[in-house]
T-cell receptor
């Protein structure tokens, strides 16, 4: 059974600092997703990673995938307040049903 | 705006009742997925339909059922409601059903959700 673990679950960051969120999954998955959720809102797609070594970047966020280690990372560069949200990773569990991690609640403060 | 619509936005009902949640996928998307988000269980996959047929099932209770209609909209029916069914229910859609050999970056687009409160 595919399981997805994220850490940390809570992250308090100072503006301008860098940090990484980790996402481990338990069995082979052909796709890894990152989503953002603002409080009371829906999920916004950030990245879809398909292959080993895949790296995608959008603004201050960069996601990577290591399929051999079953690990994906979401790296935040020079955090700003607007990045405060909950970030979810999800692995595809066949037919693209998404198995989500618990989410990382990120708070960026001055 | 993802292009996925869900109604109603909020629903308050009593234990033992039955409700229907509705989802319209993005134009052209054939697959619809239902997810439940709650504080204790997190985000859980419930069920997927592809072009009118059930394709994958997750942690969906027997009291819950879903269908996808010929116009591709989907409904999630929740019956004999319990307090623990209170949650945010999301619908998502994608172009295909995901089974493309793993080489297609198929994003699932999420709707705004229906917040269900069972009293």
């Amino acid at each position: 059974e595919l399981k997805v673990e994220q850490n940390p679950l809570f992250l308090s960051m100072q503006e301008g600092k860098n940090y990484t969120i980790y996402c481990n999954y338990s069995t082979t998955s052909d796709r890894l997703y990152w989503y953002r959720q603002d409080p009371g809102k829906s999920l916004e797609s950030l990245f879809v990673l398909l292959s080993n070594g895949a790296v995608k970047q959008e603004g201050r966020l960069m996601a990577s995938l290591d399929t051999k280690a079953r690990l994906s990372t979401l790296h935040i560069t020079a955090a700003v307040h607007d990045l405060s949200a909950t970030y979810f990773c999800a692995a595809s569990g066949g037919y693209n049903k998404l198995i989500f991690g618990a989410g990382t609640r990120l708070a960026v403060h001055p | 705006d993802s292009g996925v619509t869900q109604t109603p936005k909020h629903l308050i009902t009593a234990t033992g009742q039955r409700v229907t949640l509705r989802c319209s996928p993005r134009s052209g998307d054939l697959s619809v997925y239902w997810y439940q988000q709650s504080l204790d269980q997190g985000l859980q996959f419930l069920i997927q339909y592809y072009n009118g047929e059930e394709r994958a099932k997750g942690n969906i209770l027997e009291r819950f059922s879903a269908q996808q209609f010929p116009d591709l909209h989907s409904e999630l029916n929740l019956s004999s409601l319990e307090l623990g069914d209170s949650a945010l229910y999301f619908c998502a859609s994608s172009a295909e059903g995901g089974y493309t050999g793993g080489y297609l970056a198929e994003t699932q687009y999420f709707g705004p959700g229906t917040r269900l409160l069972v009293l």
